[in-house]
């Protein structure tokens, strides 16, 4: 039995939770022939939350003193889009408390975490695209407790645009991916339940065309 959960934030992001059905279990009576079986369902709650901490939000790549970060009209609280709001073409932002993806299943396994856009970074002004994994990074944060010290210029992990097939992607449309293979999962937890915490980082190409870009980014979670 396999059962699909949906959350969504627009860089867009979004999430898709993935529940795969674990195999039948057999149970017999000590002292009777009859044989009970069952089907047990994979159980998997997630929560996608933006701007996730108190100083959320994109701060220029500059060494020394940090600018305070700021964010785009869009970003308003929790649960808010991803906005980095007006950047520079060639240049570098980080930005804070982007993600945090909350996971409690019932595997006792452990599960994977995947997350890939639905497509590379897309102009809505002009139709340009930018390729995804030369523009946008994600790294490890923190819960806001300890603050995160990530800047602009600290290592990230780029996001990939996924081989799977995607349905609804659209600036408005929450995206789904479908999977016949799955890509490298960008976190694991060997424990039933757990916690990621993600800064993003924007490296903008210096061919980059004035507009209003968006992608989505999407998160599946797959218990093993």
Known sequence: MTRFIRRSIAVGGALVAALAAFGPVGAAAPSSPVTIKWQAQAIV???LTSNYATGYGSVKAVFGTQPAPTHGPDATGPGTPIDFGSVLAGTTYLYKYAAHVNVVTNSSTGFDLYGEGAADFYNTADGTTQTLNQTLYYLNSTSGSPADSNTGFSAGFPFYKTAGAVTGNGQFTTPSISYTTYPSPIAADAAATGDFYYDYQMKVPSTATNGLY???????????
């Open 214 to 224: 968006y992608v989505w980014i999407v998160y599946t979670v797959v218990p093993k």
């Open 45 to 47: 709650n997630v929560t």
